[in-house]
């Protein structure tokens, strides 16, 4: 994860969309064909796009209150008992329509590849009702072919137990079992299926079956593990073959180790821990016992209301102790890897996408040293140089 391969006073050809070339400046014009148009990043840094690979970003309303109970000394659980967090969400998603929510989303994503974002996971799990959730992924799918920014959907059904289903869990993971997952299966809504396995939300054996049953209909594994207790989510990653772990912040030993074993990316959330105020995944831990590390945004109403890469890069450096090389290579290759999309984005490379973010700072290091400022300047989605 430190090897980033630079390449001073280096040079990118992109064609037709895809990476032509790319190395040192004094092969270029040994290359380059006489029709190319050029475009001048001198003194600067060129960086793959971003991958945030774990976003909630179609949401409606906003909880700045919770933010303000927070500051009060309210804790995040004490607040879903009375009604807020995930639930408080669901109340006004269920209320939009999904034009709606699909223009909040445009201008959350037209930002984000402002900051350098060019690919992004976007999870359902603000409706919880059938008709809800598909209007999400139909919403999300909608906008992965409109929009110019590649988009992953994710299936997160099992993101709480709905008010409907207060006191029947076991109900609510039938119909996410025997009604959503086969309707997003054969309507291929997604390509991830995704639980909240943690204690006051899916047991284990709960969080199994689901995802075993988006396996079935052709959905990936992904899940939120070991956020608030070690609760053996990243076990059960391991177990159903997961193509990453997320959150993390109370991972036990065996969690981190049977992870690395089965091969599965750990997806840090730095900004979760930052705006909430509690402990960080073990970062180096992770990437010391050979576990491929991701850092994603979580950009959401509640928990983390920033989908800046390089603030979650910064805090990951200050506080989780990654080195700023790290955590590059987490925000972009490995971003990738957790999404399954390593061959076709996350690094410049020949054949890859032509996703490139160009950065007025001296020296890459700088981008996650200075922070809370936007030093992109420029992006570069599929060879395309955007007016943002």
């Not at 960080?280 to 109403?301: E, K, M, Q, T």
């Not at 996703?355 to 936007?374: E, K, M, S």
């Amino acid at each position: 994860m430190r090897d980033l391969g630079v390449i001073n006073d280096a040079g990118v050809l992109c064609r037709e969309g895809k990476i032509a070339w790319v190395g040192p400046m004094q092969e270029w014009h040994e290359t380059l064909p006489d029709d190319v148009g050029e475009f001048d990043a001198s003194g600067m840094v060129a960086l793959p796009g971003f991958v945030d690979s774990h976003t909630h970003m179609m949401f409606a309303g906003s909880r700045e209150k919770e933010f303000a109970l927070r500051a009060n000394g309210v804790s995040y659980q004490e607040i879903a008992g009375q009604g807020g967090g995930i639930l408080d969400t669901i109340t006004h998603v269920r209320a939009a329509g999904k034009k709606e929510l699909k223009r909040h989303t445009r201008r959350f994503m037209s930002d984000m590849m402002r900051h350098g974002t060019t690919t992004v996971e976007i999870k359902s799990g603000y409706g919880l009702t059938m008709d809800a959730e598909m209007m999400m992924l139909e919403g999300i799918n909608e906008l992965m072919s409109e929009e110019l920014m590649t988009v992953v959907p994710t299936f997160l059904g099992a993101h709480a137990v709905p008010p409907e289903y207060k006191g029947d869990t076991e109900g609510y993971v039938a119909l996410i079992v025997n009604k959503m997952i086969p309707y997003v299966g054969k309507k291929k809504l997604a390509a991830f299926c995704d639980v909240f396995c943690e204690e006051g939300f899916f047991t284990p054996a709960q969080a199994e079956r689901i995802l075993e049953a988006g396996k079935q209909w052709g959905m990936k594994p992904k899940i939120h593990a070991d956020e608030l207790t070690a609760g053996g989510g990243a076990e059960l990653a391991a177990r159903v073959g997961a193509v990453s772990a997320d959150h993390l912040e109370r991972i036990s030993p065996a969690g981190i180790a049977a992870m690395r074993d089965a091969g599965i990316v750990a997806g840090i959330l730095p900004g979760v821990s930052f705006f909430l105020g509690h402990g960080y995944a073990p970062a180096r831990a992770l990437i010391d016992a050979g576990v491929a590390v991701a850092i994603a945004s979580d950009f959401n109403p509640g928990s983390c209301m920033s989908y800046s890469m390089p603030m979650m890069m910064t805090i990951a450096c200050a506080q989780m102790r990654m080195t700023p090389e790290e955590s590059i290579t987490a925000a972009t290759m490995n971003g990738a890897a957790a999404l399954g999309i390593s061959s076709t984005v996350g690094s410049i490379e020949v054949g890859k996408n032509a996703d490139i973010i160009v950065a007025d700072v001296p020296d890459y290091r700088f981008l996650a040293y200075h922070f809370g400022t936007n030093h992109v300047r420029t992006t570069i989605k599929n060879g395309t140089i955007l007016e943002l």
